[in-house]
């Protein structure tokens, strides 16, 4: 049972959006998601 919150969601409150999208774009995170 998780009380709080999870490493990823902490990562994310911590990096701008446009950072995120960027390491997305960089190393395809998209590929192959519908």
């Not at 049972?1 to 997305?24: A, Y």
Request: hydrophobic share 35%; glycine share 6%; net charge positive.
């Amino acid at each position: 049972m998780n009380i709080g919150k999870t490493v990823f969601s902490q990562v994310i409150d911590f990096l701008p959006m446009h950072e995120f999208r960027k390491c997305v774009q960089r190393y395809e995170g998209n590929h192959k998601v519908k």
